[in-house]
């Protein structure tokens, strides 16, 4: 079959890899000028900056993709396990320096509080289990009733209801310990107090497969991706914007109208970008009785990130390659962002500096960086033309005053983005980060299906897709697919 993936995220290019390993001709569309999608790369004053995803769990998943085509993941790109994974700073000056070494991290614990280790041992063992159902349901399409219905009995005796923070709490005492294990949701869009107690698997994942990064960047991963689907035959367009999948009197897709004014003919159509995009922008409302407008809009959706990419002429030894940096509230800030919609004078931060590994992310003796606060989407009243500034100003000055003596000194290279950019940009509703919010009445069956269930030969892949967002989830939506068109063959 001749297919068309639009969008060259992380989804996309899983999707597009498998497909055209599968013998089909696969096309990817892509609106901007690099591959990667959220994973675009900033290149300025000599210094690399990976846009987005950093962290690299489950790297199993991405060396499925090479062995499906027949090569291996080191031919194309190095994948480093690194360590500490992260530190979790607070303002008190106390650091948990999280791998996955179990001594170290029963030590940090007992450094914060010496009566928890017990707790977090019963912690870890509740886990498994989670993450033995949880894990499982990651690479199954969820389009069925019956799908949902036979994991359910599991969910309830797994209390999927709790939220992550909640199922932490439940094991510990110290609201540190609460926090450095309950706020992974965050890194795939969840709010800890609302997203589903599943999610708390991140840990376990973590624990089990560690934490990696590519040498040369998330970028160089990319790359590398994209030079594997060319391999084995795929096409990219580049600057190639798609603005309506067209649908025929059969209701069936039978390809891709360009911004343009071109046509691309096609026998399937995956769609990579933000799907609640697509659903009101790329398909028109006519052949959707399912997803209206309405329920589009109905649902949650994630929140957004501001992010400032910039570079030192020092380096800032201190630093480990991933720092989450608490702010003065945890249950507040989220609720700030996720419920009242405000921007808060305070925030919580996570900093990349990915120099820590690989130098030749930036001039000698120098330092990339990049920091992230999650704020509140676009369904908010915040004017970011004016905001953007003084809030990118009260970050830094936050930084140098706790973290990083004299940074505004040393930073010589800069570039930031808000939610316009998330939106504008890369087409997302309301700016969302990482698209439907991960809450258990959006997860799995209830979360848009891999396969349009208005057109039989339209796909989704990426982040508001099941299973969700995060490297890990937009794989292996990629794999889902494949194996749902695999199958329609
Ligand atoms: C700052 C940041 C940090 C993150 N950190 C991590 C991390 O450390 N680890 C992790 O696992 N995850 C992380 N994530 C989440 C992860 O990056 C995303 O969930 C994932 O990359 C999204 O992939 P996707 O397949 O949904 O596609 P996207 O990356 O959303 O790409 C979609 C693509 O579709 C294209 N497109 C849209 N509309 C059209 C159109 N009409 N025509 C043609 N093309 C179109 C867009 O240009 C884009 O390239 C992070 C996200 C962000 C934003």
Redesign the pocket.
């Known amino acids: 079959m001749k297919i068309i993936v ?9 999707a597009a890899i498998r497909l055209q390993a599968q013998g089909h001709q696969v096309t990817i ?4 000028d690099k ?6 790369v900033y290149e300025q004053d000599g210094f690399v900056f990976d ?7 489950a790297p199993w998943l991405i060396d499925e993709l090479f062995e499906i085509a027949g090569k291996k993941t080191s031919d194309y790109v190095e994948l480093v396990k690194i360590d500490p994974f992260y530190n979790i700073r607070w303002e008190d000056g106390s650091i948990f320096n999280y791998n996955d070494d179990k001594e170290n991290l029963l030590e940090q614990i007992r450094k914060i509080a010496p009566d928890e280790i017990e707790n977090y041992k019963r912690f870890a063992k509740d886990l498994g289990e989670i993450y033995r159902v949880g894990f499982d349901l990651i690479d199954k399409p969820f389009h069925t009733v019956g799908s949902m219905l036979k994991v359910v009995p599991q969910m309830v005796k797994l209390r999927s209801d709790k939220s992550v923070y909640k199922f932490a709490s439940k094991y510990f005492k110290n609201e540190k310990l609460r926090e450095a294990f309950s706020f992974h949701p965050l ?3 969840g709010n800890p107090f609302t997203s589903t107690s599943i999610y708390a698997m991140i840990h376990e994942l973590e624990q089990k497969f560690g934490v990696w990064f590519a040498m040369g960047g ?1 970028g160089a991963l990319v790359r590398a991706l994209s030079d594997l689907f060319q391999d084995i035959g795929g096409e990219i367009c580049l600057e ?4 309506e999948i067209s649908i025929d009197e059969k209701r069936k897709a039978n390809g891709a109208k360009l ?1 343009s004014g071109e046509f691309i003919e096609a026998d399937a159509v995956v769609s ?3 799907v609640a ?2 659903y009101l ?2 398909i028109p409302e006519k052949f959707r009785r399912k997803y209206t407008d309405k329920k589009v809009k109905r649902m949650t959706y994630s929140m957004s ?1 501001f ?1 400032i990419y910039f570079g030192t002429n020092r380096k800032y030894e201190n630093m480990a390659h991933h720092e989450i940096i608490m702010g003065k509230r945890y249950r507040g800030l989220l609720n700030d962002i996720f419920v009242n919609k405000t921007l808060s004078e305070d925030f919580s931060l ?1 900093l990349h500096r990915p120099t820590a590994t690989d130098e030749s992310l930036a001039p000698d003796g120098c330092d990339s960086w ?1 920091v ?1 606060s999650p704020v509140p989407h676009l369904g908010a009243t915040i004017d970011w033309k004016t905001q953007a500034k003084p809030y990118r100003n009260s970050i830094i000055n936050y930084l140098e005053k706790n973290y990083m003596p004299e940074l505004s000194k040393h930073i010589v290279s800069e570039h930031y983005i808000d939610p316009l950019h ?1 939106e504008g ?4 509703y309301l700016g969302s ?3 439907v919010e991960p809450t258990l009445f959006q997860s799995a069956y209830l979360r848009p299906h891999n396969r349009s269930e208005d057109i039989p030969n339209l796909y989704f ?4 897709t099941h299973p ?7 794989i292996s ?2 794999k889902i697919v494949g194996n749902l068109i695999g199958r329609n063959v």
């Open positions: 639009i969008g060259s995220g992380f989804g996309g290019l899983a569309l892509e609106k901007r591959t990667g999608g959220r994973a675009y846009g987005g995803p950093t962290i690299i769990t890194l795939i869009g998330t190639t914007e798609v603005s911004k990579n970008a933000d995009f697509t922008n790329l990130l992010v996570y990049y992230l998330f940009t890369l087409n997302s980060a990482f698209s892949v990426g982040a508001g969700g967002a995060g490297m890990p989830g937009v939506s990629g």
